[in-house]
């Protein structure tokens, strides 16, 4: 990736929020902008000049991975390190003393704040800011749609293998760790969040975790799922039925897909998040399931699993084309079960493409 030219069009464009600097300290965002991988750093972002610091551990990795800033091995934590090389540096900015400094303030602890503070004493103003790298990495480029593709399909793949495990009297748990050993062994670097497989009764928990309940012998299983490959997230959930369904059961899945498949086609450059959550959930009043759908309708995916936009209603945020979302509508009865049916797509200027492989039809087991 072109970290060198990504960091250099930023640098440009932070300067009109009326700062001299920016402090970066989350790690997604430093390794968006220069490349960096590691678990230690912190990047301060110049129009002059960017520079990255680390410590000792991630000598040899910096050096390879960094791109478009300088590179300091320091002998104390990274934050300390930036903050004393900022008050060594204020005066040499080419005449513009960098005293108006930017921290992420949703990143940044309490603790680190009062350290910074303390370290560069009056010389900086600190000035709190909010999603500037976030927004920038809302679009992706052709290159980050190639890694989650790649993403994606290897996470769809790990479907077929909860295919062959997932039966009455099977745990949850051993559901899960099937799938993420299949995981490990395609390449993944690691799954995107906690499986989860949800059966029976605790279908109807949005985030149930898979646990050591077994499978009954009727009822709905969420699997929600997704690996992380090459830095990049994917996320997919299906949700299959043991046993014969009854018809109040197929009807709510139908009525979760239908919802789904109404978002997806409101999906298009131009369209307001808003927009394609109030398509999802036209359905389900429609079909007087609104009150068991409990969460955001999709979200951003990228370095991180959820990212901006956040697809929800009261949410101002416009689709531009290389926006990755989820789609993710969900049915939630307490006492009876779920259903959740979601989809990775790209958002293009005539409508999106699904990223997410394989059918939607009702599966019975």
Request: glycine share 10%; aromatic share 6%.
């Amino acid at each position: 990736m072109d970290h060198k030219g990504r960091l250099k069009k930023f640098a440009d464009v932070f300067e009109g929020d009326h700062l001299d600097a920016l402090l970066v300290t989350h790690l997604p965002n430093i390794r968006y902008l220069c490349g960096f991988t590691g678990t230690a750093g912190v990047l301060v972002v110049r129009e002059t000049g960017s520079v990255f610091f680390t410590d000792g551990r991630y000598t040899e990795q910096a050096r390879a991975q960094v791109q478009g800033a300088r590179v300091v091995i320091a002998s104390k934590p990274p934050l300390a390190a930036a903050a004393e090389w900022l008050v060594e540096n204020k005066g040499k900015s080419g005449g513009k003393k960098p005293r108006r400094l930017g921290i992420e303030s949703d990143h940044l602890t309490v603790a680190g704040r009062t350290q910074l503070a303390s370290l560069l004493r009056s010389d900086f103003r600190l000035r709190e800011t909010r999603g500037l790298v976030e927004r920038a990495r809302m679009v992706k480029d052709a290159e980050e749609i190639a890694l989650l593709r790649a993403a994606v399909a290897l996470g769809a793949s790990l479907f077929e293998r909860a295919l062959e495990v997932i039966g009455p009297g099977v745990r949850e748990s051993e559901v899960a760790a099937e799938m993420e050993y299949a995981a490990r062994r395609a390449g993944a670097e690691e799954m995107s969040f906690p499986t989860i497989i949800a059966a029976g009764m605790r279908s109807a928990l949005p985030h149930g975790r898979a646990s050591r309940a077994e499978i009954p012998s009727r009822g709905f299983v969420v699997c929600d799922f997704g690996v992380i490959l090459t830095g990049y997230c994917s996320d997919r959930t299906r949700t299959v039925h043991v046993g014969r369904p009854t018809g109040e059961a197929r009807w709510v899945y139908e009525a979760v897909r239908e919802a789904q498949a109404a978002a997806i086609e409101s999906v298009r450059a131009g369209v307001s998040v808003a927009a394609v959550d109030q398509a999802a959930r036209k359905v389900l009043k429609q079909k007087r399931l609104a009150r068991h759908f409990t969460h955001s309708t999709g979200h951003g995916v990228g370095l991180e699993i959820h990212e901006p936009p956040r697809i929800a209603a009261g949410q101002p945020e416009i689709l531009r084309p290389g926006m990755v979302i989820t789609i993710e509508p969900g049915v939630y009865i307490a006492g009876s079960g779920g259903v959740r049916i979601e989809d990775m797509v790209v958002v293009t200027e005539q409508g999106c493409e699904v990223l997410t492989p394989t059918s939607k039809e009702l599966i019975t087991i």
